[in-house]
């Protein structure tokens, strides 16, 4: 339901999904509607082959959970995984596990490290059951090493519990 009309003459339009492309279209950018001569408040139908905002043409947003993801994702498609990966780089950016360019490591920030571990705590709490067991292990994996890391930087062994093994 593309328009509607309203008894006082008030015209809602859709536009949902018909986005004008940043980039010229190319091969591996389909035209847009505007392009394939439909007029610019039409919607895209699965059916016809068309793309939903920026899903290549054959993608479905449903049903896609048991889809291996391997390799990097193409320009324009971002993954779940890119998202995780990036609030571990925060993360690890606030922890002072980073090392720029030039050989210096990027200054600590704990309440930025601490956010970046929360949200992905949260995204793997809401996300529970809903992805593939990669996901599932990256997300958990990088979490439990990350708080670890946070809390080795609030609280530092006791002293006598170093790398010289036991000690009696």
């Known amino acids: 339901m593309p328009e509607e009309k309203d008894d006082k003459g008030f015209k809602v339009i859709d536009r949902r999904g018909v986005e004008e492309p940043l980039s010229p279209p190319s091969v591996e950018n389909p035209p847009s509607a505007a392009s394939e001569g439909k007029p610019s408040g039409a919607v895209p139908d699965a059916s016809s082959g068309a793309t939903e905002g920026n899903l290549p043409p054959g993608a479905r ?4 959970k048991g889809r291996a993801e391997k390799g990097p994702s193409p320009l324009g498609v971002p993954r779940f995984l890119d998202l995780v990966q990036s609030l571990q780089m925060g993360a690890m950016a606030g922890l002072g596990m980073l090392q ?9 920030d704990l309440p930025a490290a601490k956010d970046a571990i929360d949200l992905l705590g949260i995204l793997q709490e809401k ?4 992805l593939t067991k990669e996901e599932e292990e990256i997300l958990r994996e990088g979490l439990y090493h990350l708080r ?4 080795a930087m609030i609280k530092p062994p006791p002293a006598g519990h170093g790398k010289g093994g036991n000690q009696r």
């Open 100 to 108: 720029g360019p030039d050989g210096k490591r990027s200054p600590v």
């Open 127 to 130: 996300t529970k059951g809903n």
């Open 61 to 64: 947003v449903e049903g896609e």
């Open 148 to 151: 670890m890391g946070y809390m």
